[in-house]
């Protein structure tokens, strides 16, 4: 939601009952780079290439997200 006003876009988040106590709340609760089996079997299906852009992916999803807690002073949990 953040990424789309910054383009200058209106955006509304929806939550059942109140923002942030139930899947905008809790759906990122661990950030890692694919590991373990994910990776095995991203590899066995789709090769040693796509598996190399999962984990790039998620890495660099986890510095947006440390870029956005740095930017907008976001008091959380969240380490390296």
Known sequence: AQAL???GLKVAIFEKNKIGMSSSGYSTG???GAM???LIH???KFGDEVMKKVVEARLEAIDFIEDNIN???IDCDFKR
């Open 36 to 38: 373990g089996e994910l």
């Open 30 to 32: 661990n950030l890692y």
């Open 71 to 73: 930017t907008y002073n």
């Open 42 to 44: 991203t590899r066995k």
């Open 5 to 7: 006003t910054n383009q």
